[in-house]
Each structure stands twice: as C-alpha cells, then as structure tokens.
C-alpha cells in the first residue's frame, strides 16, 4: 500500500509537471505574438501629393517610420510633395516598419554633364544614361569617322563637359559619320595597332581616326566615378591583336585602373 501511495504521488507530481509546462508554452507564446504583433498589419496610407510634415504626421499616427530615401524633379507636379513610397500605398506592413518615400524637389537636381565628346555614339549615350540625362536631338555631319560625337547641346546651343545642368534634361548630340571617301575612313584592311599600356581617351581617338568602332570593356574591380576615370582607364588587352591585318569594323581594348 506505501508503494501504491509512493507511485500515486509520482503519478500526481508528473501531471503537475507537465501542466506547469503546457500553461508555460502557451503564455509563452501569448507573449511572442504580442512582442512580435503576429498577425497584426496595417495597411500602408496613400502618401502620395502630401507634403512632407503632413506625411510624417500620418506615418505616427499610423506607427510606421516615414524615411526620405529619394528625390526626383518632375516639372509637372508641385514641389516637396511625396510622389511615391516603398512599399507602396495598399500594401500591409507590421507596426513600426519603415516606409522609404520618393519626394519632387521643388528646384531642378544639377548635375555636371559628363564628357562626352572623342568618343564612340555609343559609349556617349551610356554616359549620359549613367549620369541622369535623356538623349535627346542627334544631328549627323559628314566627316572620317563613323559615329564619333563632336558636339554636346542643351537647348540647341553647345555645352561642355563638367557644366551643372537639371537632371532628367534632354541633352543633344552632334555626331561625324563617315560616308568612306574620307582619309581617316575605315580601309577594307587595316594594321591593327598596338594599344597595350595606353589611356582610353588616347586609345579610342586612335580607333576612331582609323574609322572603327570602340568596344571597351573596363575591368569590374575597379570603380569609375568620373568621366576623367574612364579616360585613363589603361589598356592592358585588346583584340584584334596589335600588328595584324583586320577587315573588322570594331576594336575591343580591355582597360583597368593604375
């Protein structure tokens, strides 16, 4: 009978146990779901055409994080006003997530316009890409080369390299194209010269009084911040080889930085 008891109060302890456990898990996680709001979302307002203080009063009041992350100018619309969010408006996000908004300056961005004369139509378009501004009005002019840019415009008149210009702004191009009859135009074979250990702005003028076409690939280790970056870029590759006989309209130098 002492056994019997002994067992029963085992028995008893054990069933305590596991309701201590089972009581345990589930404040637990009761806890979990309310540190975490598991299962509590909020729909992300429409921030669109909201100044900015308007916006991030309606952030706090919906508690999520309102960050400025970008700016871009659209003529068309007012200035300091939120054009868009990510996530955008509709979406559901939990408590004190973060919204990453888009606002329309009320000035023009100025950035410097990249060089983009003595170079390849190509390489030219890619730089303008690059730096935030639209290809806008390309005029072609007889000359050796075959799309060879000589000429920048904004608003119909020349514009240099490094000038601060809005962003977003259609930028002109005059470009040589050659019709074959002229000196520097591309002979039906031609010596391929030696490149190697020289600049990209030497290089690829080089190319281009021959009547070819510049394919530079620059090596993606380095980084190109500037247009002067670029131009002395040194090529340590190239193709077709230095000192043989070409028919090909294009020359591919491989470039790295010092």
Do not use: C
Request: glycine share 6%; hydrophobic share 45%.
């Amino acid at each position: 009978m002492a056994q019997l008891s002994k067992f029963k109060i085992i028995l008893i302890n054990l069933a305590a146990v596991i309701l201590i456990l089972i009581i345990a898990v589930f404040v637990f996680r009761g806890w979990l779901s309310s540190y975490t709001n598991h299962g509590v979302s909020i729909e992300v307002p429409n921030f669109s055409n909201l100044g900015i203080a308007e916006a991030q009063a309606l952030a706090e009041q919906k508690n999520i994080n309102l960050v400025i992350a970008d700016t871009i100018f659209d003529e068309t619309k007012k200035g300091n006003i939120i054009v868009a969010t990510k996530p955008s408006a509709g979406g559901f996000v939990k408590e004190n997530r973060t919204i990453y908004a888009t606002i329309n300056s009320a000035t023009p961005l100025m950035v410097r316009l990249p060089r983009l004369t003595d170079m390849s139509l190509r390489q030219a378009l890619i730089n303008l890409e690059n730096a935030g501004f639209i290809a806008g009005e390309i005029e072609y002019v007889p000359g050796r080369a075959n799309d060879y840019v000589l000429e920048a415009k904004y608003r119909n008149k020349p514009v240099l390299a490094g000038t601060k210009i809005p962003k977003r702004s259609k930028i002109g191009l005059v470009v040589e194209k050659g019709d074959g009859s002229g000196s520097g135009s591309l002979a039906q074979n031609y010596v391929v010269p030696n490149f190697i250990g020289q600049t990209y702005g030497v290089a690829s003028r080089t190319i281009f009084n021959l009547g070819a076409d510049v394919n530079a690939i620059f090596d993606s280790r380095y980084t190109y911040k500037t247009s002067a970056d670029s131009l002395n870029a040194i090529v340590w590759k190239q193709s077709p080889a230095a000192d043989s006989l070409s028919s090909q309209s294009v020359i591919t130098i491989y470039l790295m930085r010092e």
